[in-house]
């Protein structure tokens, strides 16, 4: 998700509505997704959907009676229906009715016969209302283009809950639940086009209405699964990428009226898919990479990402105004900041929401690392500045509240988290670094299931031939960060001597290296990397002839307050 204050505001609204519920005595956890089948009606004129969910799941405990579901109002259960045979196939199979009840934001339904450990069972809530919308990026969207005003109709749900919107197991409060395939048909007037996940199976044209079938058969996360509605122009090409064996089709949806702007913002596409694919492996999602312009500024729809920026490089210097000018300042925010998302949250997902800097914190510097390829290191380590600007020093990359994605949810772990990846690919050298995340990127135990920051820093540590406990512990869960104090240097011919003295306030101690550059008489630089521990110590750096300056460029990696002293 992309990151603003209204978040926040929404994220919190939403933590009061949660349920509170602990994992022991959860019956979601009973049973364990498989895939999901979407079929939703689309109704612009009422401002509502219709329509079914299917889950299908494996028993995980030691039976099953009922399969509790979640959905929430204003949304309606109609019923409730087990299905027969081939999920995927283009006509859902009709199935016997089963009993259910609505308890709070759940469908509880009755299975025929309890299952044992192992058994799968394939289960349809039907479902009709308006789903709920909090706020612009909150929610579901209805509203008319600002050309033709047509309707122009989006999810987005990750803070609020995939329940508010279709019957299903909600990342929201199970994360670690990701489904391995998903279909999602969607019937809405012919005039529109209607885009989601995956690819395009089959468009049926009937009277007044048409129903686009789309699918995707590899895992990703429940919040990511999403429709977009509107009358669309399509356009695409193909891109060779590294790692993947065929070209990946890009396809953009956009409003005709912003057609002529998007066509020249995307054309930057594959060069940013190419710059990912180097840094974090080969492209998860072979069936697309795919744009969606939406009402919804951004979102990480996996291979439909909503795309509500102001096309920002098409409209530099033609007089229009950007309301987002501040964020596109050195790229366009959305385009880059979701992109990564299909490696960061759409394929490694992580398995608690208190591990949600592994989606928000991994993308927050993946920006900063486009901005080192498009604008230099000079340029990016400026952009790390400008980032520790807004983080509080009372926030942890961590998130302790993990019952919900909006108990979790915290603008902070943006920024420190990308901070934190910043100082560790300052710790471990970039070429170990940026093997490690890739090979994290890349584990398929991740991309198929989920995973925790344990299993970042285990990947890290084998990278980097030692343990990485002393980093991770202050970085991820402390507050705080340390304070440097720097004393004129005393220099008496080759030699320089630095007193330095660390403080850390929080319940860590902080070690950090730092790189110390030396400008002696006859131009030449010695550079040398002094390990910082809490408390004072004395550097000396010996040149090649007397020295008349020293520098501390190493303090541009560390998120730290340095005071330089007489
Ligand atoms: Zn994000």
Avoid at 404 to 418: E, F, I, N, R
Wanted: charged content about 20%; hydrophobic content about 40%; overall charge negative.
């Amino acid at each position: 998700m992309t990151l603003d204050r209204k978040l926040l505001v929404g994220a919190l609204l939403a933590t009061l509505a949660a349920p509170a519920r602990g994992a022991s005595d959860d019956p979601r956890a009973d049973y364990d997704v498989q895939d999901y089948r979407l079929e939703l009606l689309v109704d612009p004129a009422s401002q509502t959907v219709r329509g079914c969910g299917v889950t299908a799941g494996v028993v995980v405990a030691e039976k099953l009676e009922s399969v509790v579901i979640d959905l929430a109002a204003p949304l309606q259960a109609l019923g409730a229906t087990q299905v027969a045979g081939d999920l995927f196939q283009k006509t859902l199979p009709h199935g016997d009715a089963l009993a259910f009840d609505r308890v709070g934001d759940t469908v509880v339904v009755h299975l025929a016969a309890s299952l044992a450990r192992g058994e799968r069972f394939q289960v349809a809530v039907w479902y009709s209302g308006r789903p709920l919308r909090q706020d612009d990026f909150n929610g579901f969207q209805w509203t008319l283009t600002p050309g033709s005003g047509q309707p122009w109709i989006a999810s987005s749900c990750q803070t609020i809950g995939e329940q508010t919107w279709w019957p299903c197991k909600a990342s929201y409060f199970h994360p670690e639940d990701k489904p391995e395939r998903v279909a999602v048909h969607v019937t809405a007037p012919s005039t529109l086009t209607a885009v989601s996940n995956g690819r395009l199976v089959d468009v049926e044209r009937g009277a007044g209405v048409t129903t686009w079938r789309w699918r995707i058969d590899q895992s990703i996360p429940t919040y990511s699964v999403a429709i977009a509605v509107g009358p669309y122009v399509h356009f695409e090409e193909e891109v060779a990428l590294p790692g993947l064996e065929r070209k990946l089709p890009i396809h953009c949806w956009v409003l005709p009226e912003s057609e002529a702007k998007a066509r020249k913002q995307f054309a930057q596409v594959p060069e940013l898919l190419r710059f990912f694919s180097e840094k974090f492996g080969p492209f998860p999602f072979p069936d697309k990479f795919g744009l969606v312009e939406t009402p919804i500024w951004g979102m990480e729809h996996a291979t439909v990402i909503a795309y509500g920026n102001s096309f920002p490089d098409a409209i530099r210097g033609t007089g229009e105004v950007d309301p987002y000018e501040l964020r596109n300042k050195l790229y366009d925010y959305v385009l880059v900041h979701e992109a990564a998302h299909e490696w960061f949250g759409n394929a490694v997902t992580a398995s608690t929401w208190g591990d949600f800097w592994i989606h928000e914190g991994f993308c927050a510097y993946a920006e900063a690392l486009w901005v080192e390829h498009v604008h230099g290191l000079d340029a990016a380590l400026d952009f790390m500045a400008e980032k520790k600007a807004g983080i509080s020093d009372l926030a942890t990359v961590f998130r302790p509240r993990r019952d919900t994605a909006a108990a979790a949810y915290d603008t902070q772990m943006y920024d420190k988290g990308a901070w934190l990846l910043h100082m560790l690919r300052y710790v471990m050298g970039d070429e170990p670094f940026f093997a490690a995340v890739k090979e994290f990127a890349c584990d398929p135990r991740w991309r198929k299931g989920t995973c925790t920051s344990a299993d970042f820093q285990a990947v890290c540590e084998r990278r980097h031939g030692a343990s990485l406990r002393s980093f991770f512990q202050p970085w991820l869960y402390g507050t705080r960060w340390p304070s440097y104090t720097v004393r004129q240097p005393k220099l008496e011919g080759n030699k320089a001597t630095v007193a330095i003295e660390c403080k850390s306030r929080g319940q860590f101690r902080y070690e950090m290296p730092l790189d110390v550059e030396a400008t002696c008489a006859d131009g030449s630089v010695v550079k040398q990397r002094v390990t910082l521990a809490t408390g004072s110590q004395s550097i000396e750096i010996t040149g090649t002839a007397p020295i008349t300056a020293v520098r501390y460029p190493g303090f541009r990696w560390i998120l730290c307050d340095v005071r330089h002293v007489p």
